[in-house]
C-alpha cells in the first residue's frame, strides 16, 4: 500500500494534504472528540467538549471554557511528529501545494510547512473580542490582567479570545475559499487522521476533481468506497516511508 502511495507521489506536482485530529494526536495532543475526551469532560465539568467548546457557553461562562480550553486543547511540549515533516518535505520537493487542517497547534508550520489553511484557527492566533487587538498565546496563558481566569485586554479590558472556530460559529470564509480552490486544483488528494464525519469540513472533499483520492486513517470512512487507495494504519508512519522511498 505504502509503494502505492509513493508510486502517486513520485509524478504528482500538485498535490494537497487534507488532514484531522489524527495527525496532531500522534504528536500526543488530546482528541477530544474520543471516547477519552469526551469522557473525562463529562467527569470533570458535566458537559460534553461540544457545549464547553460553543460559542454561546463561551460568552455565557468564559472562566470555565478557559479553564477547559488551556488544560485540553493547549500543548506547548507538543513537537512536529514523522507525518508534519513528511509533507514539509513534499512541499519542498515541489510535489504539495498546500496542506488544508483541522487542526489548530500550529504543528505543521513549527516542520516547516509554508502554505497551511487552518479551517478551524490557531491557539497562537488571539484577539480582543472588544477592539481586536492580537495577543499571543503567552499571553492568554499568562495575562497582564485578567479576571478569573479570562485574560483581559491590556487596552480596553475587553475580553481576550482566541482565534479558533468554535461551535455554532461559522469557518472563516477566505480561508475556506482558499481551501476549496487548493483542492478543486489538486491532481492528488492525501486525506489523514480524520474519519470525515464533521461537516462542514468533510464537505471539501466534494470539490476535488484529480486523478487519485488517497485516504490514511486507522478506522474507515464514508468515503473509503470513493478512494482510489485506502491505507488503514498511522499517517505519521505511512507518509514517512511512502517519502523516504522517493527517488530524488
Known sequence: MVEKLAVLLQDCKNAVFFGGAGVSTESGLKDFRSEDGLYQAMKEFDRSPEQLLSHS???AHPQTFFEYYKSNLINTQAK???AHFALARLEQQGRLKAVVTQNIDGLHQQAGSKTVY???GSVYRNFCAACNIDYTLDYVLHPQKEREGVPLCTECGGMVRPDVV???EQ???GVLQSAILAISQADVLIVGGTSLVVYPAAGLL?????????????SRTPFDSKATLVINDSVGKVLKQAVDSLNQ
Open 57 to 59: 457557553f463561551f460568552a
Open 80 to 82: 512536529p511528529n514523522d
Open 118 to 120: 487552518e479551517l478551524h
Open 166 to 168: 468554535l461551535y455554532e
Open 171 to 173: 469557518l472563516d470564509d
Open 206 to 218: 466534494e470539490y476535488f476533481n484529480g486523478s487519485a483520492l488517497v485516504l490514511i486513517n486507522k
